[in-house]
């Protein structure tokens, strides 16, 4: 069964160099969900990249960017 569950740590330091961890809670949604999330809430897909650079989205992409926008937005 696909859980599709993840959690993100995150170390923070003071100023005595004191580490505090942080952990947050993630469900993984993939694109097409996101694309019907979208469209629900009258959104359009402007463009989907695998990552913050701007590299091509493929089958194989481990990641995604992925920006929507209002049809009334220009």
Same mark, same amino acid.
């Given at each position: 069964?696909?859980?599709? +569950?993840? $959690?993100?740590?995150?170390f923070?330091?003071?100023? %005595? &160099?004191? /580490?505090? *961890?942080?952990?947050?809670?993630? +469900?993984? $949604?993939?694109?097409?969900?996101?694309?019907?999330? %979208? &469209?629900l /809430?009258? *959104?359009?897909?402007?463009?989907?990249h695998?990552?913050?650079?701007?590299?091509?989205?493929?089958?194989?992409?481990?990641?995604?960017?992925?920006?929507?926008?209002?049809?009334?937005?220009?």
């Amino acid at each position: 069964m696909l859980h599709q +569950r993840v $959690v993100s740590h995150h170390f923070a330091f003071d100023e %005595g &160099r004191q /580490a505090r *961890l942080y952990r947050s809670p993630h +469900r993984y $949604v993939w694109p097409a969900e996101l694309d019907l999330m %979208g &469209r629900l /809430a009258g *959104l359009a897909l402007e463009t989907r990249h695998a990552d913050w650079s701007g590299a091509e989205f493929t089958a194989d992409s481990r990641s995604h960017v992925s920006v929507y926008r209002s049809p009334s937005t220009p």
